[in-house]
């Protein structure tokens, strides 16, 4: 089964709060690709990262950082700091080397960050 | 600032209506694919086109088709609307080469549909 689990459905923080949005991905394909969308109410899916199954180094970007284990099929989002303007659903995607343009998305984690 | 444009951004049908939603993807975008995402759900793939030929669909019936023009414009068709049509319908392109990419996708903003 080729399959994305956000397990978490809400989660609330305060400004400055560090928060972590858990991934975990189910497939027996040794070539994928992982990533990670902040969408809006807008509506507008915003690409934040894309991971190769190759590449396992951790990424920081700004106050954004990603956590990929293979051995635990997880691909974790950490915000440092978190701001107001971090509030939005945020996806985790799964793609496949022969598969294109098709992305297999999580549920989803709607993250709330208050004043 | 993606690149990829939608229209129109909100739409109301009656159920059994058929109807058209647009998109235009970066130049050099040959790849373009369409997803629908209902409230409080990931988007679900409905089907990628590349130079102008269908290459992949998810699980949607034929009455859910599409186009894609030489000009990197494309088009979600969608007859006998359903009450569960009702979603989001995103517009995704990439620069990949249809199947073999993994290139990173860009989003729309989305066509919100309604249908009554």
């Known amino acids: 089964a080729q399959k994305v689990t956000q397990a978490q459905t809400e989660i609330s923080v305060v400004e400055k709060e560090d928060v972590t949005l858990d991934c975990v991905y189910e497939t027996r394909d040794t070539t994928y690709y992982l990533f990670w969308y902040k969408q809006p109410p807008s509506g507008e899916l915003v690409f934040l990262i894309r991971r190769n199954s190759f590449d396992e180094q951790n990424e920081i970007s700004g106050r954004y950082s990603w956590n990929f284990q293979k051995s635990t099929s997880s691909f974790n989002f950490t915000i440092t700091a978190s701001q107001v303007v971090d509030s939005a659903v945020y996806f985790c995607a799964l793609s496949f080397y022969n598969q294109g343009g098709k992305l297999i998305f999580g549920q989803g984690t709607e993250l709330s960050v208050k004043p | 600032e993606t690149g990829v444009t939608q229209s129109p951004t909100h739409l109301i049908k009656t159920r059994g209506q058929q109807v058209t939603l647009r998109c235009s993807s970066q130049s050099g975008h040959n790849t373009v694919s369409w997803y629908q995402q209902a409230l409080g759900q990931g988007p679900q793939f409905i089907f990628q086109?590349?130079?102008?030929?269908?290459?992949g669909r998810g699980n949607f019936p034929p009455r859910f088709s599409g186009l894609q023009f030489p000009n990197y414009s494309s088009e979600l068709n969608v007859n006998a609307l359903e009450l569960d049509d009702s979603a989001l319908y995103l517009c995704?392109?990439?620069?990949?080469?249809?199947?073999?990419?993994?290139?990173?996708?860009?989003f729309g903003e989305g066509s919100w549909l309604t249908v009554v």
């Open positions: 995704a392109s990439s620069p990949g080469t249809g199947l073999n990419s993994g290139n990173t996708i860009y």
């Open positions: 086109y590349y130079r102008e030929e269908e290459n």
